[in-house]
């Protein structure tokens, strides 16, 4: 008997606290499978945002801290001058990233940080029950805009792979989605190549995967997956912004 | 081997905290102590350390935070609104417990403030502006070599008690220059090796650890909180025996004990000799430790006080301290300036015999 | 076409729907009959001879609950 897929020994035996069709299940795994092929396991720390996936060091098996709301990348920024060898990574949700660390996001890359960034965009606020998010779409309904998002009011939404690739030191930049399982595929290939650009030392690293977040959007699962291909792909291109020759 | 040289405070306090093992700075300008970033960002690499110019005062206390949860010796610094600032991540190294060398250069408050020296942070840093129950352990040394002195010791107090240790100084203390000796070089651990034997609770990466290391920024439940509050308090209850510190002078005799610290003991200093000429008896209790608090040091006061006269620069919030120290058992006054403005020794003489008047009528 | 072995960790699925959506097989589907330790009705296998092992299932699952083999 062959084996074609069996989940990584890096996630912990727990059941995840996310909702059912939550990708944040596979956007940890795909992140703890990089590690486990490439080896680097056990030379790597993660930062865990405020936000559901707070809950990350129960489930992801490396030695992980959480951080105040916003300052994963600045956390990191601190590790990273102790830890010249090491392999970093913060994993942040769109409201943790985009609204209150705003401007951590913005000097890590800027500083050419050597650490990546996993930014979980779901267009919402998870954990505090479904509030706009700086990346909310025109139209969607939120807690705190019940009539919907609309541009008078809230502006546009943040595109944030597009500012980030303004910094020149920010030397790989995609976006990708979890929607579908070719998206999946690609998505993890970029994860590997955000660890690639660590390894060689070229500079910050971002990915933004564009995730559901069934329980707030108020569809099950599978109709938020079509949701997210039909509303957000549109708005929030797939597309690599910048990618060094050396990891391509 | 020491050395003695004229240095001004600021630099002086960098050095006193490389010499003492710190290796990793993060900080942001605020006047009155641009001079710390300026000499770090001069200085550190040199070191073998590092320096960063972080984009505001909560990305430099996350950065330190994070450093320190890799094992690294860290030194924070910021003024009062900066400082302000910086208060969720003191509440954040300390439900963490982790080590952080802390200097405050308060200056006048509230607000964005003036530049000039103050004393009203003393609320904000020994009774914190950041959640939870924690404290900073907290000293206010009066002289640019006992401030030295307190941050060289008080690195490695940071890693004794896992917990920030805070120098806070007034402004004046940050820019005056005084002749100091440095301390000698303490050693440092700075390789995998070393943190992971010096510290074998930092996040490090698992390597040959049986187990992952997680440091609880966020316990999972509300008794994991307790547990690790718990864990905490157990170096506060050991920082309240060990690190009580004060100066106490002419307390058995005196008609005024006056209490300060930093730049106005020294004002009062030169207030109590001129009183003392003019037949009026003081003593001074002069707390080196803020938290925690010399309480002890007012039982030594004698049976011929007539008032205990607090000497700030804030509206009495040492004060509070004070009148826990004193128990009722003798008026407790106040003499005080704020927002950056100081009394000279003639206005202390003068206000504390408007004071003896009203005690003795 | 190798024929796919799909072992199933049951008490972990939380019944989410991807798996079964995304199986170009359809041979997926939610078992109203069971509920597991997390209180979901969990996904069930209803064609087991007409897996093909591309482990799409797995790939899509946030929880981990399918490991996918194949015959040699």
Sequence with gaps: ???????????????????????????????????????????????????????????????????????????????????????????????????????????????????????????????????????????????????????????????MCEIISQCQCAVYVERVALDTPVHVRQAKKAIRRAFDVQEKRLGFSFVELLSTCPSNWGLPPVKAVEWLADNMIPYYPLKQFACPEEVK | MSEKILMKGNEAFCEAAIRGGVRFYFGYPITPQSEIPEYMAAHLDDEGGCFVQAESELGAVNMGLGAAASGGNVMLSSSSPGIALMQEGFAGLCVCHLPALVVSVARGGPGIGDIRPSQADYRQATRGGGNGDYHLITFIPTTVQEAVDLIYEGVTLADEYRNPVCILVDAMMGQMMEPIILPAYKKTFMTDAEIRSHKPWALTGQGKRAEKNRIHAMPWSPEELMATNLEQKAYYDKAEKELVRYEATGLDDAEVVFVAYGTPARITGEAMDMLEEEGIRTGMIRPISAWPYPYEAFEKIGGKTKVVITVELSFGQMMEDVKLGVRGRLPVSLICRTGGVLFTSEEIVSETKEILKGVTE | MAKGILKFNIDKCKGCGLCIHYCPQKILGIDVELVNALGYHPVGLLKPDECVACATCAIMCPDGVINVYSEE
């Design chain 1, 1 to 159: 008997m062959k084996t074609v897929f069996e989940y990584t020994k890096n996630m912990e035996e727990v059941s995840t606290s996310y909702c059912p069709g939550c990708t944040h299940g596979i956007a940890h795994r795909l992140i703890m499978e990089v590690l486990e092929e490439k080896d680097i396991t056990d030379k790597t720390v993660g930062i865990a945002p405020v936000g559901c996936s707070i809950a990350a060091p129960r489930f992801m098996k490396i030695d992980m801290i959480e951080s105040f709301h916003g300052r994963a990348p600045a956390v990191a920024s601190g590790m990273r001058r102790v830890l010249p060898d090491k392999y970093i990574f913060t994993y942040q949700g769109d409201g943790d990233l985009t609204s209150i660390g705003g401007n951590e996001i913005l000097h890590a890359a800027e500083r050419g940080e050597k650490f990546s960034t996993f930014f979980i965009n779901n267009a919402i606020y998870g954990m505090t029950g479904g509030q706009m998010a700086p990346t909310t779409l025109i139209g969607q309904k939120a807690t705190t805009a019940p009539r919907g998002r609309y541009v008078e009011k809230h502006g546009m939404p943040l595109r």
